[in-house]
T-cell receptor, first 109, second 114 residues
Framework: DAKTTQPPSMDCAEGRAANLPCNHSTISGNEYVYWYRQIHSQGPQYIIHGLKNNETNEMASLIITEDRKSSTLILPHATLRDTAVYYCTSPNTGNQFYFGTGTSLTVIP | DVKVTQSSRYLVKRTGEKVFLECVQDMDHENMFWYRQDPGLGLRLIYFSYDVKMKEKGDIPEGYSVSREKKERFSLILESASTNQTSMYLC?????????????FGPGTRLTVL
């Protein structure tokens, strides 16, 4: 069963920050939030994950609300190569992930 | 870096053929997974394995079987391919069963069954 919901599509201007939302109001307190992205015809690529605190790495930042009901993936300076489908997901016991249909991000020149 | 490789990027088979999709990971991961991806349906879990010679059914195992004889290799088998098995097949691996264990994906195999 889906534990996360995302908008089906978003646009972002090149060079601007892309903010991708995810609702995960039903995940439990010890379930991590993961973000992946998939560029056309390739396998999903891991971006970042977190539990309660905000996280940042070389690819993106992850902001998780204090109540953990939602999160936002931030690509600080979107490029054309960031055009992809972005998945927000959370593994259950046993490390099983559920991937929905994600958000299709289009970066516009 | 974790590397997950799949035997073919593109494969064309005929209805009724037996099809083998191979997946190899080089990071000594315990877990391996097979998904299929279809437009509008996201990724759906077919089978997974937590250890050598162990397998568990995922959400859509019908028409598929798997084999894990060695830790690094996880094979997906279509005993008698059908046209509704035309899809993108993705393999993934992860270190263990903790929720902090990231899954890493291979490049995918696009299978067409005629």
């Amino acid at each position: 069963d889906a534990k996360t919901t995302q908008p089906p599509s978003m646009d972002c201007a090149e060079g601007r920050a892309a903010n991708l939302p995810c609702n995960h109001s039903t995940i439990s307190g010890n379930e991590y939030v993961y973000w992946y992205r998939q560029i056309h015809s390739q396998g999903p690529q891991y971006i970042i994950h977190g539990l309660k605190n905000n996280e940042t790495n070389e690819m993106a930042s992850l902001i998780i609300t204090e109540d953990r009901k939602s999160s936002t993936l931030i690509l600080p300076h979107a490029t054309l190569r960031d055009t992809a489908v972005y998945y927000c997901t959370s593994p259950n016991t046993g490390n099983q992930f559920y991937f929905g249909t994600g958000t299709s991000l289009t970066v516009i020149p | 870096d974790v590397k997950v490789t799949q035997s073919s990027r593109y494969l064309v088979k005929r209805t009724g053929e037996k099809v083998f999709l191979e997946c190899v990971q080089d990071m000594d991961h315990e877990n391996m997974f097979w998904y299929r991806q279809d437009p509008g349906l996201g990724l759906r879990l077919i089978y997974f394995s937590y250890d050598v010679k162990m397998k568990e059914k995922g959400d859509i195992p019908e028409g598929y079987s798997v084999s894990r004889e060695k830790k690094e290799r996880f094979s997906l088998i279509l005993e008698s391919a059908s046209t509704n098995q035309t899809s993108m097949y993705l393999c993934a691996s992860s270190l263990g069963q903790r929720s902090t264990d990231t899954q890493y994906f291979g490049p995918g195999t696009r299978l067409t069954v005629l």
